[in-house]
């Protein structure tokens, strides 16, 4: 099968070079008898397409209608429909056209976006089709809630390739700018951001099984496309929970047959993420929590920001919910929380991200960052020192000048301030660089360090625990060249603006089994419409996993609860007989035996590298992650 694949590919190849040499091939400007052929780049498309789910109260369910007045000032007057998936498919520019032999679907983690992925999808294409002529291609999932994101003027800013626009369209109305007259001219206002609260209170009802069947639309589709149903699924940090919960969910919601998420995929990729365990037997109270939520306690709770009865109207304590609740058949009071998850970094900081990475990508590492300048020619009235919004930046960075790439490279580095107060942003993207004209500069990866920066965090540890990090330290990110450009091109983002905390949490207190919400009485409450993950240990599929020793899965006992949650595999890849786990505390706690190959389980652990480069660091001697994975989609692809 490889070696006609082969054949195929080169023919494609040929085919397509000599039919249209305007696309494929490019003149030398020194030569112009000479054809020269056009270089392979990476290429991207945002794709939305309809999810089978429609949680109540959300825009685009049958008989929600949206009077929001920013939702419709934002979508026009019919308002937004919500019940789409999101993805961006990642190809190679000469392989466009081809069916391609694989399809690995990737879901972000905490607040992360598509184009975390952008790095990894280019390395990897190239090289797994370099070693076998495989073609694949990386579906990389945004999660519905970047439907939320206004980035119109950020887009335009883009196109125009002037940050100032960008500048004007965040925080014009802050530092006192007139509306640009290209703004006037689009989308005629500023940046339209939501409140925790009321604005999208509807978040609330998007549960884990909500992402579950928007993973199943993009799983669909992958399928049609792809050769030989030759679909793998991944995440990375919180996404690899998203993955898990999608191969241990029942897709037959009617409980008459079983469908599980595992049977149309050839294998799971966790990436800097431990994928989830069973989890704990949880108590009657909990269970009837639960279903209060979900039948309308937390939307109640999170518009109102008050605790609120199962109906979502009625204040209650937790302390008197059973006199306070006592109309209703459940008595449980849900407490209130944010819609989205917003602390330190939010909405504006997320977009101010976006703006100096495009400023950066634009003017080099040279030239006060434009968050720092003074507009309107008024001392200290800059976005930096004028919108409230961006205090957490100030915090993290000080008041000292730089450039934007500096900027935004103290914002990620996972040895910044930034990093230490949130993990999920911590990436090796190099190191504060020389003061010049008194602007801080920035260290690409293959520029010289000092010695202080590859930190040695000593042998690697026997116990597992969170803060095990080990080894000495590396510098594998190619910030300029790839990640400012990943953090606003195109139709996606390396960020979640809203990333949709509320509705995760309905059933935070359940594992990959929700058996006792889930399955029939008396087994459980029969409530499969809330969630229906009864198949964790039934998954047989082939699992591949990656951390990174100065990362949040330093260790390969980070990925030991998954092995335990689920069955042998039982794919043509694994012997059949080989367990998850040879040994589960040899030779030590924090490095378990796993079945590696012949048993479905392995895991590979790159020293030195932070939570985000297991995505980002270029494909060299220490990265762990592009060769194991290019020869796991080679052994698992039909």
Known sequence: MKFINIILCCIALSLA??????????????????????????????QTIPSSATPAMTPGTPGVVVDNPKLLQHFGSEGPSLNNALYTRYFLSDAGQMQPDAI???????????????????????RVREESAMIVEVWAMDRRSEQLEDRVGLELAELEQNAYLGLDFLFGEELGLELDQRLADGPNRR??????????????????????????????????????????????????GYAARYAATDFDLGNDAIDPGYQRLRGLVL???????????????????????????????????????MDGKTACTQATQASDCAAFSNFACTLPTDAYAASLINTQTFAAGELVALDGDINGDAGLSIIQQDQNGIEGNSAFNKVAALFPIRVLIGESKGTSVSLYGQYLDDDGIGATAAPFLATS???????????????????????????????????????????????????????????????????????????????????????????????GRGRSDIDNRTQASNINIPVIGFGGSNGLTPVTGSFLAFAQA????????????TPRIIDGMQPSLA?????????????????GYAHIDVLTAEDRDDNQVVGPLVLFLQRNSE
């Open 429 to 523: 993207v190099g190191a504060p660089g020389p003061e010049i004209d008194g602007l801080t500069t920035w260290l690409n990866f293959d520029e010289e360090f000092p010695a202080s920066v590859l930190t040695d965090n000593g042998p690697a540890p026997t116990e597992p625990s969170r803060g095990s990090r080990w080894g000495v330290e590396v510098e594998p990110t190619d910030f300029k060249g790839r990640i400012l450009t990943a953090s606003y091109k195109g139709d996606t983002n390396f960020f979640d603006w809203y990333y949709p905390s509320s509705g995760l949490g309905i059933t935070a207190e359940l594992g990959l089994d929700t058996s006792a919400l889930s399955a029939p009485a008396p087994q």
């Open 566 to 577: 689920i069955g042998p595999c039982q794919a043509p890849s694994c012997d059949g007989v």
């Open 191 to 240: 940046l339209i951001a939501y409140n925790t609260s009321n604005d999208l209170a509807f978040i609330a009802n998007w549960t884990t099984m909500v992402h579950s069947l928007d993973i199943e639309a993009i799983v669909q589709l992958a399928l049609s496309k792809v050769r030989n149903d030759n679909v793998f699924l991944g995440g990375h940090s919180a996404g690899t």
């Open 17 to 46: 070079a000599c039919s249209d040499s305007s696309k494929q091939t490019d003149y030398d400007q020194n030569n112009p008898e000479t054809l020269q052929p056009a270089p392979v780049v990476l290429q991207q498309e945002s």
């Open 104 to 126: 690995l679907v990737l879901v972000p983690g905490f607040e992360g976006g598509a184009s975390n992925f952008a790095p990894l999808a280019d390395q990897l294409m190239r």
């Open 591 to 607: 490095f378990p035996s796993y079945g590696e190959i012949s048993g479905g389980y392995e895991i590979h652990i790159s020293v």
């Open 271 to 309: 990436l800097e993420g431990g994928g989830g365990s069973i989890g704990d037997r949880v108590s009657e109270e909990t269970l009837d929590q639960i279903e209060a939520r979900f039948d309308g306690g937390l939307f109640g709770a999170v518009r109102d920001q008050a605790p609120r009865c």
